[in-house]
Nanobody, 130 residues
Framework: QLQLVESGGGLVQPGGSLRLSCTAS????????VGWFRQLPGKEREGVAW????????PYADSVKGRSTISRDNAKNTVSLEMDSLTPEDTGVYYC???????????????????????WGQGTQVTVSS
């Protein structure tokens, strides 16, 4: 009965930073692998980053590697994505998603694996523009 709600999206200038938050209810988020995804205009949804249950493994897509950080705050039952050096190419709808990983590890950067992720948030719009 896990539910996810994204927040923190909005308008930011090129070169700026944004922190997106994924807040869970109905279950504790440290029981789940959690990922951030985005859908850019006219393109398929793609994985941005994800974090393991223990928080010790955090792979990133090449497009955001080095300028993004995914982290857990278990006390707040949230997973956040901090993005720096934003460009207009980062404009799109950002989603968080969670999966219990009952069948073993799931690589959320692999597009095919998205179909197996159990819980998705509603998305939050990020617009990078002057």
């Amino acid at each position: 009965q896990l539910q996810l709600v994204e927040s923190g999206g909005g308008l930011v200038q090129p070169g700026g930073s944004l922190r997106l938050s994924c807040t869970a209810s109905g279950d504790t988020l440290d029981n789940y692998i959690v990922g951030w995804f985005r859908q850019l205009p006219g393109k398929e949804r793609e994985g941005v980053a994800w974090i393991s249950k223990r928080g010790n493994y955090t792979p990133y897509a090449d497009s955001v590697k080095g300028r993004s950080t995914i982290s857990r705050d278990n006390a707040k039952n949230t997973v956040s994505l901090e993005m720096d050096s934003l460009t207009p190419e980062d404009t799109g709808v950002y989603y968080c998603a969670a999966d219990p990983g009952r069948n073993g590890p799931i690589n959320m950067l692999e597009p095919y694996m998205q179909r197996y992720i159990e819980v998705w948030g509603q998305g939050t719009q990020v617009t990078v523009s002057s």
